[in-house]
């Protein structure tokens, strides 16, 4: 499995308090489950429709999976699809964007070109 470009959905201020910090430890569910919840491309939409439906002043993240290493595992998850969690806080110097993910007039999110 390819682990190219991974995605997190994440609130702003919630990355903005990362920024600072200088790592990304994870989001109140992350922390609970044990590991940090990423979504393949593929997975973007119905990840978002799911966990943050009609939720604004979210954020994209656009992460290495290859520079995560080893901690970087691909798991059955949601209708048997593998979902790639980190076992390990998220270095951000792995992060290759962080893009705003603003909601559409229908209510989903707009999910803009995402370039490598």
């Known amino acids: ?3 190219a470009t991974i995605y997190k959905i994440v609130p702003r201020a919630l990355w903005q308090a990362a920024e600072a910090a200088g790592i990304f430890t994870g989001a109140p569910v992350d ?3 044990g590991f940090i919840h990423f979504s393949t491309a ?3 939409r119905e990840t978002a429709a799911k966990h943050f439906a009609g939720q604004d002043d ?3 993240v656009a992460i290495d999976g290859e520079a995560l290493g080893a ?3 691909y798991e059955v998850s949601r209708g048997g699809a593998l979902f790639p969690h980190l076992y390990g806080d998220l270095p951000l110097s792995a992060v290759r964007w962080a893009k705003p993910l603003p909601l559409g007039p229908d209510g989903m999110h707009q999910f803009a070109e995402m370039a490598e």
């Open 1 to 3: 499995m390819s682990m």
């Open 31 to 33: 922390v609970a489950d």
């Open 42 to 44: 593929a997975q973007l």
């Open 58 to 60: 979210l954020l994209l």
């Open 71 to 73: 901690a970087l595992k």
